[in-house]
């Protein structure tokens, strides 16, 4: 069966808000310039926002500039933030500290990201853009000159076996003048264009965090609309970059959320399980007794920031969004960002189409030009700087701040996460808590909160390199890391005739990427499954 054909101007890969930003931007110009200008985004998520998460505490400055007048429309942004509060916990007692100027929320709100996107699928559709969700990007496709010319979607129906089943239906081939990729953190058709086209060269490593999150329905005494809580500290230890957040939203809802940065190198840490154990530290806890856990989830993060910014334009496209790493970690905000770079990417592909032009050149100065390069560029050194320990990494980012105001002479350089890992007899195990069941769980029941779905009968989407490594390598000399660092307990090591084995569980896949991200020897690679599959995350 040969694949169906589309053709579109622009096509988009995700919508997430960079995604999202881009088609408005592209045909808010082409209303302006009465230029026609047709836009497809296509969604590997079942729906708009089943695979977004996020804290979120959104900075709405792209939101301004690209929809003046989001208010009366209704965009979701209903919890202006009322109240900012940063702790440092010991296992036992939370001292309060001065608030990071970069964490001050005022005139910022506590929303649900997926719930923004969804909103702003509607304003791109109004515009005309076309959205297909339930359609995995699986292919980019090149013309002879090695040029993209858009992507094609994965065949639906293909069995375990690698073989056409009875429901098998190819994929269609999305076909542009333009591709813009919106993949989010760790896409990966973005790495295999990040490959093919050399767009890591002269950029620092990119550097990520893993970010579990729960939504709970607290006791009214327990709330307060627009609370906003970050921690650093325990149950981390001093070595080990982590921290959390609490955010209240509206109807009695908490967010609440723990990152650990991936460059962690015990072995036996899990962040899931960091997470379960903050919930229950003394003043934490009350938050959420007779409180009812709603949805859970977890996904990557970019923290590499200004050094780790890739060239971002190749003939016939460009990265937009997380897929190119924007996220202000001293911030801990990446919305506004990602949104302001699909904006100047949108307009940058307009004047190509206009102009004839084989790639959108006028994009990377735009960037520069941009509120986006100043804000990265001063915020460069505070995350790298934790290298040296928590304390060391607090005072740093005190000095960077105060005494140079972000403009010190030198710029502090990242490794890459996965060669940050000790091997086990190098450390300490950790001892974590049982959960109750009532303020702290296992994997298994959060991954029922998180709607995982994927079709049984098709191939892994979690592929190895090299078999034999799982147990050669990871399990002899790192203790089985992918058992911890998995939110979703897709990875176990079973007995098989007497020899281990690792057991891939993919159907609960939660699409965090960390695997991709974190496996010591990068023998794992992240594929995109059938199209829908996933998680289908409710208000996150």
């Not at 994965?154 to 098998?168: F, V």
């Not at 908490?254 to 962690?264: K, P, S, T």
């Not at 302001?340 to 994009?363: H, I, R």
């Not at 089985?480 to 079973?494: D, K, S, T």
Request: net charge negative; hydrophobic share 35%.
């Amino acid at each position: 069966m040969e694949r169906e054909s589309m053709e579109f101007d622009v096509v988009i890969v995700g919508a997430g808000p960079a995604g999202l930003a881009a088609a408005i931007r592209i045909r808010q110009l082409s209303a302006e310039s009465g230029r026609s200008c047709t836009v497809c985004v296509v969604e590997k998520g079942s729906e708009v926002g089943a695979h977004i998460l996020s804290g979120a505490v959104l900075e709405p400055t792209a939101l301004d500039e690209l929809i003046p007048d989001w208010q009366a429309k209704g965009a979701p942004l209903n919890t202006p933030v009322s109240k900012d509060k940063f702790l440092f916990l010991t296992e036992k007692r939370a001292l309060r500290m001065p608030t990071p100027p970069q964490m001050n929320n005022h005139g910022n709100y506590v929303i649900s990201l997926g719930n923004l996107c969804r909103w702003l699928a509607q304003q791109a559709e109004e515009l005309g853009a076309e959205i297909y969700p339930g359609f995995a990007a699986a292919e980019v496709l090149y013309d002879g000159d090695g040029r993209v010319v858009g992507v094609a979607t994965g065949d639906m129906g293909i069995g375990a076996d690698g073989q056409p089943t009875d429901r098998h239906e190819p994929g269609v081939e999305l076909r542009a003048k333009f591709t813009l990729f919106a993949e989010g953190c760790r896409g990966s058709l973005t790495k295999m264009l990040t490959e093919r086209f050399n767009l890591r060269d002269g950029a620092d490593p990119q550097i990520y965090g893993i970010g579990i999150k729960e939504l709970w329905e607290v006791q009214p005494d327990q709330h307060e609309a627009g609370r906003v809580i970050h921690t650093v500290g325990w149950p981390a230890d001093s070595k080990t970059y982590a921290g959390s957040f609490l955010y209240h939203l509206e109807n009695n809802q908490v967010a609440v959320g723990y990152i650990v940065g991936l460059d962690y190198q015990n072995p036996y840490l899990s962040p899931f399980d960091e997470m379960q154990r903050f919930k229950i530290h003394p003043a934490i806890r009350p938050t959420f007794e007779g409180g009812r856990r709603v949805a859970y989830g977890a996904r990557a993060l970019n923290e590499g920031g200004f050094q780790s910014i890739p060239k971002l334009i190749f003939p016939g496209g460009a990265l937009i969004g997380c897929g190119a790493g924007f996220m202000n970690v001293a911030k801990i905000k990446g919305t506004h960002t990602a949104m302001k770079s699909a904006m100047l990417a949108a307009e940058s592909v307009f004047q190509a189409l206009e102009q004839g032009d084989a790639k959108p050149t006028s994009y990377p100065k735009a960037l520069r030009e941009s509120w986006i390069w100043s804000e990265l560029r001063r915020v460069r050194n505070i995350r790298p700087s934790f290298r040296w320990g928590l304390w060391g990494g607090l005072t740093y980012s005190a000095l960077d701040t105060f005494l140079f105001f972000g403009r010190a002479p030198w710029t502090l350089h990242h490794h890459e996460d996965h060669t940050q890992l000790k091997k086990a007899g190098e450390c300490k195990e950790i001892e974590y808590p049982k959960p109750d069941g009532v303020i702290t769980f296992d994997r298994l029941s959060s991954v029922f909160l998180a709607n995982v779905n994927h079709e049984e009968n098709q191939p892994c989407h979690l592929t190895l390199g090299d078999q034999s490594i799982a147990v050669d390598v990871n399990l002899a000399d790192y203790a089985g890391p992918e058992q911890r660092y998995c939110p979703a307990q897709v990875y176990e090591f079973v007995e098989q005739d007497g020899k281990a084995r690792l057991q891939i569980n993919f159907s609960n896949c939660v699409h965090c990427k960390t695997c991709d991200i974190k496996d010591p020897r990068q023998n794992i690679n992240w594929v995109v499954p059938e199209g829908g599959g996933g998680p289908n995350y409710p208000n996150m």
